[in-house]
């Protein structure tokens, strides 16, 4: 004999839902579903499901290892019933259509669905066509009345089980399973003074639901890192063409909490969290006051935009290019020492200074890649006005018998600033390994092996000159 039962989501919600997000747009849920199994095969129904469930992952287990269950079938179901689904379902049959117009009384109308105009997964199959009074219309007449539901119409994307089971059984089961249509990402909101090195950071976690269920008061971690998951080769349909990716992890605490996890860091919400369907959510998940991050001012005046150096390995002209920009970037060290210490997921960081009246103004912002505690980090924020900088060759022998080359260049500088500033020249030694610096107007630092930084303080409305000449060995 077959038993059959259906769950409902807050029915089979003995506990609260359990949900890691990764920040590739796909998420693990956990659910509690109570189930009571007479001996034999039993037909359980649990409609509790998200629109983009990954059914191969589903995991039905007994969290005690107490229970013997098997599971004969699974299938799902995701055409929840709709006005397009239902005209579907009576497509041949007449039905009444209650019909309202301006100026005169509400009534209805008698038609015969010729086609629906749906399709299968929600996709438009055209336009629906309604026979009215021998005639057809290739819209609706007025708003559709249907009969009542049958017992194999949902409501919900739904997922069936036929489990045999021994002996009767009542427990509480745990469903695990991957879903697409939940991601997280992390942005930054950085203030400044209008002088001096500190800034107050405040980072959000903003969640994006768009999975098709509710998840209310969800225990939430999220999973920072670059997770390998298997892309499908061919596209598939909307509610499957999202990226996904597996793991498993639970619970949280009053502020978030972060370990590491694996190769990843793992971050766990301090309080429950509703996400409803379709929703955005922002959660506050790290504070930082007075944490060093001096302004820096960089010429590279061989690369025409920031971090992309390009040069082109071509005699005589490789490395002579030249542009007037200098760089403005914020550095601060992510460490317990300077306020912060928590490991930074990906994100945009956006900064805000202060005026003299005390009004905020925006100033930049840039992206972060993942960044582990007591690493530093050195943000790009746009241009300098008043700094300049000009870059130009006076020199190059070549002697290719004897395997040398020499080159001379000269970097003029100069302030427009109230106040005194320092600027750090970068210069790309890269026609060859073997390098050596033989003249020079000023001391210099390596900071690796093909790229050295000459730092210069000006005064306001200072010029200044660094030239040097590098020869080449190979």
């Given at each position: 004999m077959l038993a059959t039962a259906v769950l409902s989501p807050s029915a089979a919600f003995a506990a609260s839902p359990s949900l890691t997000i990764y920040n590739?747009?796909?998420?693990?849920?956990?659910?509690?579903?109570?189930?009571?199994?007479?001996?034999?095969?039993?037909?359980?129904?649990?409609?509790g499901m998200t629109a983009m469930a990954e059914t191969d992952s589903v995991i039905l287990r007994d969290p005690d290892s107490k229970v013997k269950f098997q599971i004969l079938e699974q299938s799902y179901r995701n055409d929840p019933v709709s006005s397009g689904l239902m005209l579907r379902l009576n497509e041949g049959k007449t039905i009444d259509f209650f019909v309202r117009e301006p100026n005169k009384p509400d009534h209805k109308v008698s038609g015969k669905i010729i086609r629906s105009g749906y399709?299968?997964?929600?996709?438009?199959?055209?336009?629906?066509?309604?026979?009215?009074?021998?005639?057809?219309?290739?819209?609706?007449?007025?708003?559709?009345?249907?009969?009542?539901?049958?017992d194999d119409t949902i409501l919900n994307p739904t997922l069936t089980w036929m489990i045999h089971t021994p002996e009767a059984v009542k427990f509480?089961?745990?469903?695990?399973?991957?879903?697409?249509?939940?991601?997280?990402?992390?942005?930054?909101?950085?203030?400044?003074?209008?002088?001096?090195?500190?800034?107050?950071?405040?980072?959000w976690v903003t969640f994006n639901n768009m999975s098709g269920n509710l998840f209310k008061d969800a225990k939430v971690k999220l999973m920072a890192g670059?997770?390998?998951?298997?892309?499908?080769?061919?596209?598939?349909?909307?509610?499957?063409?999202?990226?996904?990716?597996?793991?498993?992890?639970?619970?949280?605490?009053?502020?978030?909490?972060?370990?590491?996890?694996?190769?990843?860091?793992?971050?766990?919400?301090?309080?429950?969290?509703?996400?409803?369907?379709?929703?955005?959510?922002?959660?506050?998940?790290?504070?930082?006051?007075?944490?060093?991050?001096p302004k820096i001012f960089v010429y590279d005046g061989a690369t025409m935009n920031y971090g992309h150096w390009n040069y082109y390995r071509g005699e005589g002209e490789y490395g002579v290019q030249t542009n007037k920009k200098v760089w403005v970037l914020r550095e601060f060290k992510n460490s317990k020492e300077n306020n912060l210490g928590m490991a930074l997921p990906k994100g945009r960081l956006r900064f805000y200074s202060r005026d003299d009246d005390g009004s905020l103004q925006f100033t930049g912002e840039n992206n972060i890649d993942h960044t582990a505690k007591d690493e530093t980090i050195r943000v790009y924020l746009g241009n300098s006005f008043d700094l300049v900088g000009e870059r130009r060759r006076t020199g190059y022998?070549?002697?290719?018998?004897n395997k040398w080359l020499d080159e001379t260049f000269e970097i003029k500088l100069r302030n427009h600033k109230k106040e005194a500033v320092e600027i750090r020249v970068v210069e790309h030694l890269s026609r060859f390994d073997n390098w050596e610096i033989k003249e020079k107007s000023n001391d210099f630092r390596s900071l690796d092996s093909h790229t050295i930084e000459f730092p210069v303080t000006l005064k306001p409305d200072e010029e200044k000159i660094v030239t040097y000449k590098v020869h080449y060995t190979w």
């Amino acid at each position: 004999m077959l038993a059959t039962a259906v769950l409902s989501p807050s029915a089979a919600f003995a506990a609260s839902p359990s949900l890691t997000i990764y920040n590739q747009n796909f998420a693990v849920v956990r659910d509690t579903v109570s189930l009571d199994l007479k001996s034999g095969v039993n037909e359980v129904s649990f409609s509790g499901m998200t629109a983009m469930a990954e059914t191969d992952s589903v995991i039905l287990r007994d969290p005690d290892s107490k229970v013997k269950f098997q599971i004969l079938e699974q299938s799902y179901r995701n055409d929840p019933v709709s006005s397009g689904l239902m005209l579907r379902l009576n497509e041949g049959k007449t039905i009444d259509f209650f019909v309202r117009e301006p100026n005169k009384p509400d009534h209805k109308v008698s038609g015969k669905i010729i086609r629906s105009g749906y399709g299968s997964g929600g996709r438009g199959a055209g336009q629906p066509i309604i026979e009215v009074d021998g005639s057809l219309r290739f819209s609706l007449p007025g708003e559709p009345v249907f009969p009542s539901l049958d017992d194999d119409t949902i409501l919900n994307p739904t997922l069936t089980w036929m489990i045999h089971t021994p002996e009767a059984v009542k427990f509480d089961s745990e469903l695990a399973y991957v879903t697409g249509g939940l991601s997280w990402k992390s942005d930054y909101n950085i203030v400044a003074a209008e002088k001096g090195d500190s800034i107050d950071m405040v980072g959000w976690v903003t969640f994006n639901n768009m999975s098709g269920n509710l998840f209310k008061d969800a225990k939430v971690k999220l999973m920072a890192g670059d997770v390998n998951k298997v892309q499908p080769q061919a596209p598939r349909d909307f509610a499957r063409n999202e990226r996904k990716a597996m793991m498993l992890g639970a619970e949280m605490a009053d502020v978030v909490t972060e370990k590491a996890f694996d190769e990843f860091h793992l971050y766990t919400i301090g309080r429950p969290v509703t996400l409803r369907d379709q929703e955005t959510k922002q959660v506050e998940f790290i504070r930082g006051s007075n944490v060093k991050a001096p302004k820096i001012f960089v010429y590279d005046g061989a690369t025409m935009n920031y971090g992309h150096w390009n040069y082109y390995r071509g005699e005589g002209e490789y490395g002579v290019q030249t542009n007037k920009k200098v760089w403005v970037l914020r550095e601060f060290k992510n460490s317990k020492e300077n306020n912060l210490g928590m490991a930074l997921p990906k994100g945009r960081l956006r900064f805000y200074s202060r005026d003299d009246d005390g009004s905020l103004q925006f100033t930049g912002e840039n992206n972060i890649d993942h960044t582990a505690k007591d690493e530093t980090i050195r943000v790009y924020l746009g241009n300098s006005f008043d700094l300049v900088g000009e870059r130009r060759r006076t020199g190059y022998k070549a002697d290719s018998s004897n395997k040398w080359l020499d080159e001379t260049f000269e970097i003029k500088l100069r302030n427009h600033k109230k106040e005194a500033v320092e600027i750090r020249v970068v210069e790309h030694l890269s026609r060859f390994d073997n390098w050596e610096i033989k003249e020079k107007s000023n001391d210099f630092r390596s900071l690796d092996s093909h790229t050295i930084e000459f730092p210069v303080t000006l005064k306001p409305d200072e010029e200044k000159i660094v030239t040097y000449k590098v020869h080449y060995t190979w």
